[in-house]
């Protein structure tokens, strides 16, 4: 099972920075990650695919990079609404589907 | 609009067994990819099972012997079917449409979850 490590667990930081999240994968998962956001009581959303591609209807700021073991989703200038629980998933070796445990963004 | 509107939660004892629907719009369930997520309270997210568009499914193992997932066509419904409940099974199911990838060798594979459910709580408790 590839085993998908999230840094930091929290990030606190004020609306207008920039917020650097990373996942590592305990093998390579080639460009096969996602990532997702989770607000207290809402589902999870897709925000970004093959390591690099946003969703549909996701804004410019959300933007994705890395392949191989290590990736980063950066936030250009975090919007109020953005302060949420991100998650990181892999497809690669699909039995089983992994996700990271979450990295949490707060208002600081 | 595609939307999954996921039931069927409540408190149960150990032991005790409980079936979980998922309402899908927008899109049929039967020709899709589609798999059970959970997140146990305050924690992460887990995959839990997953159907092929042709009927076949892989389980995790921490539910394997245990859940059972299918769908009915004409409901435009998935299911997942859990005995012998533990109280590590407690968390917020969450049904998902899973996207696809082709490859000429292997076949489709499962990709993305997209959209998923609001869930339904499952709490396995005496």
């Known amino acids: 099972e590839i085993v998908l490590t999230q840094s930091p667990a929290t990030l606190a930081l004020s609306p207008g920075e920039r917020a650097t999240l990373s996942c590592r994968a305990s093998q390579s998962v080639s460009s096969y990650l996602a990532w997702y956001q989770q607000k207290p009581g809402q589902a999870p959303r897709l925000l970004i695919y093959d390591a690099s ?9 959300f933007s994705g990079s890395g392949s191989g073991t290590d990736f980063t989703l950066t936030i250009s200038s975090l919007e109020p609404e953005d302060f949420a629980v991100y ?6 070796s699909w039995s089983p589907l992994t996700f990271g445990g979450g990295t949490k963004v707060e208002i600081k | 609009e595609v939307q999954l509107v996921e039931t069927g939660g409540g408190l149960i004892q150990p032991g005790g067994s409980l079936r979980l629907s998922c309402a899908a719009s927008g899109f049929t369930v039967s ?3 589609m798999s059970w997520v959970r997140q146990a309270p305050g924690k992460g997210l887990e995959w839990v099972s997953i159907i092929y568009n042709n009927g076949s499914t892989y389980y995790a193992d921490s539910v394997k012997g245990r859940f ?13 079917q859990m005995n012998t409940l533990r109280a590590e099974d407690t968390a917020i199911y969450h049904c998902a449409r899973v996207g696809t990838y082709y490859d000429p060798l292997t076949g489709y594979s499962p990709g993305w979850f997209d959209p998923w459910g609001q869930g339904t709580l499952v709490t396995v408790s005496s």
């Open chain 1, 87 to 92: 998650y990181c998933q892999q497809r690669s």
């Open chain 1, 53 to 61: 591609n946003r969703a549909t209807g996701i804004p410019a700021r």
């Open chain 2, 68 to 80: 059972t997932i299918s769908r009915d066509h004409s409901k435009n419904t998935l299911y997942l």
């Open chain 2, 31 to 33: 020709g899709n990819f």
